[in-house]
């Protein structure tokens, strides 16, 4: 049985290791064409296996919700992939699944992103199905219904996740009332208030195919492709507004604790703050920081401390997840009720020891060799490179990101990770979400909020 | 399909992302006979090599699979082959703990390792220049275990069955399914071993069970990427050819007796949504035709949204989110078909399991169409073609048909599915999902909340069952 997977800490995890840098030999050979309506094309080709990819990004993520309406962007990509005007949505499904294309619409933070693969012999026809549900799409009523029932019944059985309910207090904590305020799945609540002309209406006003942001990856050629879209997706022409960064409002000075009462064997952690956007220009010293902080795996200072040495979990990671506006630094873990003080304490100890001291000459050295070399494993699969091309477009990163990348990291020194441990861990201002069975995890505040401040927690 | 989800247990919790994907995507070869390419060698001390070129990225990945997973286990000391996972990492005579990953990330490459019921896998993914450093560090821990901080690892181990097991519903009461329809096969026990095993287990006991099932006779090599084969091939040869067997292995001839009637189990554990899992006992794919038969009626029965369950069951009567069937024919021994959902607020199990039965019932009395068929096959077609796009994914495949006895079964495959007719689908569906053959397993919500002052106590667990044909699963 596949588990639902916790949304949440699903792509948390996923986006933890950064895109580096690609070599020549394998080059993605990048071709960037922009379309009459508007849209922008990037083709890589490869023709190995008879497949294509492709990956459309809309400015129509939940950054889009607007106040009150959580959970509309999700709604609404949902919504959009139950048929088009012509077809309904089991005939739509029927296609879709005849071919064996494999073929979705979602919606993250900062953006929506609809794609699929297909066998190449079905590329021309499950274009032209994706094609139509985000030019034309059906928004039946019927449909509509059946997809907010979905939404909620879905967060209702995310809430049995101490994961998920934990990140969204921790969404909340941070980011209050302000779009990174809540999940894309919006709470049960303020889904079920969604009316069927909120998700016509989010449609009409964010779902602008002339500034959609299109890869294409795999088995194609450019010029054939980039024919298709032009006469398959005409839609909507003209650029969706700037949206102005969002006003958060400030933490509490010290330790924000919030402790979430449920009956669970492990103590759900989530300790963190603001962090960055995605064009911080110190996103790379930062990235080799928290390599060394969390998010380097077994190599990490957290891995190593709180499970390797201590036994106290099976997982535990921090990462910058540097989205569009600043997004949250976080540092997750579980670990039995028990031991919950302790484990918190070790992650607040090493984030104070990140600030103090420059890290070694071996730990540098390290986490740059891996950013740089595992960059292949990130372009590997079509998919991978699809997603790759849009974070390339998206992020302003340039065609030639890939080449330049390895210097952006091998220049960043001892000195700098000091400095970006400095400027951008807050341990003594965090907050701390625990979803916890409370009278086992006992969560002794005093005692953390001293550590956090550095003072007498024992190092 | 995604049965063997369940039964795999890891040891970073970011592979099991990777594994869903890759079980979403099922098989992963091409018609053209992807066995063609691989270039194979039995060393000297027996240990079985599988090399295939891959050109499309600068990339390789480097597996070593163990023919040893809970199916080899005992009574008693359930989890030992995953627990020995885990110690794996944590050193050699030469190396001390976790050194193995960091020297791994310090080339750039990524590894870890998993347990399933039938066989363990350690990967290392790498940029094709540094395949050399997970060759010899894999010998070397095939050679020279020697593990440092058993307690703290056994102590992760425990933390780990606590988040997928303890909080995770599902995930219980997949377990205490499995547990009443395997009476005597060790299939009876969960990968991650019963919590009380976990705690007895001893280093000791780690150490025998290394020295007799992870001896190069007992290992399948399977590396590719992009690199020359013959000279990979070379390398591996010299790095494992000196390593020397341990003790023969010995045969796990349980064969799990037929059932003779329908089981159910109740599960009372900490959850607000009532969920059921019923499974059915069927052949592997050692059986031929029903094994493929099968996995079409899977396909039928739950893939894609067009699918019959999720039509009626999601689209239609609205009772849950999702729903999962279907069974893996890789399976060593005999496994089960399964169906998994979880309700939505409001909906009784039993509802549920009426739509579900009325939908085996379909299947049983009329053939399904011409289109519904191929529809069926396209499918399994198309993501045959998807799966080969991992290196890592072809490796596996490789890996676990060498383990089932010949790698080049992996061609067998697609042609096995495109054999099936709609008369072999309800033949099977008439010989194997009947209520003689059920087992069903009904999670019982107990509250997320806690119940005034719980203390420390068990969240959940607590089993209670009921018209069970034996009691062995009570212990």
């Not at chain 2, 080899?72 to 990492?89: A, D, V």
């Not at chain 2, 993914?125 to 894999?138: M, R």
Request: charged fraction near 25%; aromatic fraction near 8%.
């Amino acid at each position: 049985m596949i588990p639902r997977m916790n949304w949440i800490l699903k792509s948390i995890l996923a986006s933890c290791l950064v895109l580096a840098a690609a070599e020549s030999a394998h080059a993605l050979d990048i071709k960037r064409m922009t379309l009459t309506n508007g849209a922008t094309l990037l083709v890589s080709e490869n023709h190995q296996l008879p497949m294509v990819t492709v990956a459309i990004a809309l400015d129509a993520g939940s950054l889009r919700d607007p106040p009150g309406k959580a959970g509309l962007a999700m709604l609404t990509a949902g919504s959009v992939n139950q048929g088009t005007r012509e077809l309904s949505a089991t005939a739509f499904d029927e296609k879709v699944d005849f071919m064996g294309s494999s073929l979705f619409v979602g919606a993250d933070h900062d953006y929506a992103t609809a794609g699929f693969t297909a066998l190449k012999r079905y590329e021309k026809e499950t274009l032209g199905l994706l094609a139509g549900i985000l030019s034309s799409p059906g928004l039946r009523d019927a449909d509509i219904d059946r997809k907010r029932a979905e939404q909620v019944a879905g967060i209702k059985a995310a809430e049995e996740e101490p994961g998920y309910i934990a990140a969204v207090a921790f969404a909340k904590g941070l980011y209050g009332d302000t779009p990174y305020g809540h999940l894309t799945t919006g709470t049960s609540d303020s889904v079920a208030k969604l009316s069927n002309d909120d998700v016509r209406n989010f449609y009409r006003d964010y779902y602008r195919l002339g500034s959609a942001v299109i890869a294409v990856a795999g088995d194609v050629d450019a010029s054939e492709v980039k024919a298709l879209l032009e006469k398959s997706l005409p839609g909507p022409g003209g650029a969706v507004g700037a949206q102005p960064q969002p006003t958060v409002p400030a933490l509490a000075a010290g330790l924000d604790i919030k402790l979430i009462d449920r009956n669970v064997q492990q103590a759900n952690v989530m300790l963190g703050f603001i962090g960055i956007a995605r064009s911080n220009p110190d996103y790379y010293k930062i990235q080799v920081m928290n390599y060394i902080l969390g998010g380097g795996m077994f190599a990490s200072r957290l891995m190593k401390t709180v499970r390797s040495k201590a036994g106290l979990a099976y997982h535990v990671s921090s990462i910058f997840d540097a989205r569009k506006f600043p997004g949250p630094f976080v540092a997750v873990l579980q670990t039995k009720n028990q031991s919950a003080n302790e484990a918190i304490k070790m992650v607040l100890q090493q984030m104070r020891q990140m600030q103090e001291s420059p890290v070694s000459d071996p730990e540098l050295d390290n986490a740059r060799k891996f950013l740089v070399g595992s960059f292949p494993l990130k372009i590997d699969r079509q998919e991978q490179i699809a997603e790759f091309m849009l974070k390339v477009e998206l992020d302003g990163l340039g065609l030639d990101y890939a080449e330049r990348y390895p210097k952006l990291i091998e220049s960043v020194t001892k000195q700098d990770v000091l400095e970006a441990a400095r400027k951008y861990l807050h341990p003594d201002d965090a907050l701390l979400v625990v979803v916890a069975n409370q009278h086992a995890a006992a969560i002794n505040t005093a005692m953390l909020n001293q550590t956090a401040a550095g003072a007498g927690g024992g190092k | 399909m995604s049965t063997i989800l369940s039964r795999k247990s890891c040891r970073a919790a970011a592979v099991i992302w990777a594994a869903l994907l890759f079980c979403t995507l099922a098989a992963g070869f091409a018609r053209a006979g992807i066995a063609d390419g691989v270039k194979t060698k039995t060393l000297s001390n027996g240990l079985r090599v599988l090399v295939l070129e891959n050109h499309k990225a600068p990339v390789a990945t480097f597996n070593v699979f163990y023919h040893v997973g809970s199916r080899n286990e005992q009574f008693g000391r359930t989890g030992i082959s995953h627990l020995l996972e885990h110690l794996m990492f944590r050193g050699t005579k030469k190396y001390g703990p976790d050194e193995f990953s960091n020297i791994i990330q310090e080339n750039g490459g990524m590894d870890n390792a998993y347990t399933t019921a039938d066989y363990t896998c350690y990967f290392v993914n790498i940029n094709k220049d540094h395949l050399d450093v997970p060759i010899s560090l894999e010998a070397d821990r095939m050679a020279n275990f020697a593990p440092q901080g058993f307690e703290s690892e056994r102590a992760v181990v425990i933390e780990e069955r606590r988040m997928r097991t303890e909080d995770k519903p599902e995930d219980a009461l997949d377990e205490q399914t499995r547990a009443a329809a395997f009476v005597e096969h060790p299939y009876h026990w969960p990968v991650i071993g019963w919590m009380q095993d976990i705690r007895r287990l001893t280093l000791d006991d780690v150490y025998a069970y290394h020295s007799i099932y992870y001896s190069p006779q007992n290992a399948v090599i399977v590396t590719v990427g992009d690199f020359k084969a013959d000279q990979v091939m070379k390398q591996i040869e010299e790095a494992f050819s000196g390593i020397k067997n341990g003790p023969k292995p010995p045969p796990m001839p349980i064969v799990e007796p037929e059932q003779r009637g329908e089981r159910r189990i109740e599960l009372l554990h900490a959850a607000d949504l009532p969920a059921f899992q019923e499974g059915f006992h069927v052949p592997n794919f050692k059986a031929g035709s029903d094994a493929y038969a099968l996995e079409v009626a899977g396909e039928v029965l739950a893939d894609g949204k067009s699918s019959r369950l999720y039509r009626r069951l999601v689209m239609e009567k609205r009772m849950v989110v999702d729903i999962n069937a279907g069974l893996d024919i890789r399976s060593f021994d005999p496994d089960l078909f399964l169906f998994a959902a979880q309700m939505r607020p409001g909906v009784k199990t039993e509802d549920a399991l009426a739509e579900v039965d009325r939908e085996i019932a379909e299947l049983r009395d009329h053939l399904v169409s011409a289109d519904e068929l191929q529809k069926a096959k396209n499918l399994e077609a198309a993501q045959f073609v998807f799966g080969q796009d991992s290196v890592f994914n072809q490796a596996m495949w490789l890996g676990i048909y060498e383990l089932l006895g010949d790698y080049r079964q992996v061609d067998a495959y697609l042609p096995g599915i495109d054999k099936v007719t709609a008369a072999d689908v309800q033949r099977v569906v008439r010989k194997y999902l009947v209520g003689d053959n059920r087992t069903t397993g009904v999670l019982i919500p107990t509250g997320m909340l806690p119940k005034g002052a719980m203390g420390g106590g068990p969240s959940g667990g607590q089993v209670r069952h009921i018209d069970l044909t034996t009691d062995e699963v009570a212990r």
